[in-house]
Structure formats: C-alpha cells, structure tokens
C-alpha cells in the first residue's frame, strides 16, 4: 500500500533557513542516506523537495479561464517543504517511516520533531466515475 | 522546470464535495481527466496523485529513539492536501495557465469552482 509523507514545515515568506552551513549538511545528509535506505529496501516511490514559499502562487481560473495568480499569504500558514512517496506493508511501517524523517537534525544536531502528515494514497478513481 | 500543483481543501469542503449530484462529480472527473490527456500529450505530464480522505490522515513524530507517536485530531480550519500534479514546462506563466484550467473545472451545476492551486517550483 503507498502512503504519502508531507512535511509542511515551512511559513509564508520564507527562504532558506539561516542554520549554520555545517548544521544544513548534516540535515541534508541524513535525508540522502534515508532516501537511500528506501531505495534499497525497495520502499521508495518518490521524493521531492520544493522551493521555498517565497516562490508560491496561489492560482485561481478568472474569466475565459485565463490565470489569476497571487502570492501573499497568511503568516500561519503552513507551505508543503517535501514529500515522500512510499510503498510498504502496513500503516505502521509508514508511521516508522515518517518518525525517521520527524527526528531529522537540525541546529545544533538536536532532532527537529517536526511534524510529518502521512495519508493513503488512491490507487484509481472509483470506477462508477470514470 | 519541474512544478507541482497542489490542491487542497479542508474536511468541511470534501465533505459538500461527496454531496454533489453524481452527474456534477462525473463532469468535473472528465474535465480533469481531460487536463491530463492535454499534458500528456504535449509532453509535459509528470505525475498526478489524488489522496484518500482528512479522516485517514495521521500526523507523526519521531520521540525518544525515533519511535512513531501518532495523532489523528486536527483543527477544523486545516486544509489537507487532496491531490497533486507534476508538471514539466518552459515557464512559471505556463504552470500558472495549468493551474487556472484545474481551477475552472466545473462544480455544482457545471459553475467552475474556482478552487485556488497552489504553485510550487521543484528544488533543484
């Protein structure tokens, strides 16, 4: 069964955390070796990371369909920084999963806790709606 | 340049969704189904994913060694992501034209719904 991780870490605004540079390293390497670890375990699906919110549009179809973009939001809100998408044996496996990428180091090597949603993802449309 | 388009909404509103009249569901399906045709064809599909239901998500932390500590309880106002495109184009003007189309898919009565598409660049 796949499940989707979403790290929605990331406020309105930002751009690259201002951690020291060797603080950064050791994050991005603990994410590379646990995408590695998937890999090789044959868990993963995908996994990207997104640029920062200061990037973000939101965009809404005005008349004839033609895009109205935006690009101010709430300061509370919560902006997607990545995603993994894996295929395992049981919810709690993802739930292992997803508590690795929670304990990911941040300043100073102390783990981040961050919050990691994790949800199902469809297979196919219903078929009495296609 | 690698985008993704995110649509979200919160409990309340997949809730009126799943109360549509099925023959509003059906066409805003095929309109959908339609966009992804188009962006396969001009080669500028990657992926689309749609997600299981608010209900079924579960929000981890990793505690003292790593263990997983679930927690299924969010704020009504969350918004959760629905499902997502991928997306492969020349200009962040042809992500935000993509975007528009998925937000003027029909909803009750054939009315587009106007729903708001987030728009993220990939990191390099």
Request: charged share 20%; hydrophobic share 40%.
């Given at each position: 069964m796949?499940y989707i991780l979403m790290m929605n ?77 894996v295929?395992v044996?049981s919810p709690e496996r993802a739930y292992a999963i997803a508590a690795?990428v929670s ?11 961050m919050p990691i949603e994790v949800r199902p993802v ?9 | ?10 409990k ?39 997600l299981v239901g608010p209900t079924e998500a579960k929000v981890v932390r990793g505690e003292?060694?790593?263990i997983p500590v679930t927690d299924g309880i969010f704020?009504?106002?969350k918004?959760f992501l ?43």
């Open positions: 796949k870490t990331m406020k309105a605004g930002h751009g690259v955390p201002s951690w020291p540079r060797k603080d950064l390293q050791a994050h991005i390497a603990f994410m590379m070796n646990l995408n590695k670890n998937l890999h090789d375990s044959g868990e993963l699906v995908a996994a990207e990371g997104l640029a920062f919110p200061d990037q973000a549009r939101l965009v809404r179809a005005g008349k004839d369909g033609l895009p109205i973009t935006d690009g101010i939001f709430p300061e509370s809100k919560e902006f997607l920084a990545g995603f993994w998408i295929d044996d690795q304990a990911a180091p941040g300043p100073g090597a102390a783990p981040l806790n469809m297979s196919a449309p219903p078929p009495d709606l296609l | 340049m690698k985008y993704i388009l995110l649509m979200s909404g919160t309340s509103g997949v809730n009126s969704y799943r109360a549509w009249p099925q023959e509003d569901i059906e066409a805003h399906m095929t309109v959908l189904r339609g966009i992804n045709k188009d962006l396969t064809e001009s080669g500028e599909f990657v992926a689309t994913q749609r003292k060694h790593g704020p009504e106002s918004e629905l499902g997502y495109w991928v997306i492969d184009v020349t200009s962040p003007e042809r992500a935000y034209a993509i975007a528009g189309r998925i937000s003027a898919a029909p909803g009750p009565g054939g009315v587009p719904t106007n729903m708001p598409i987030e728009v993220r660049g990939f990191a390099s």
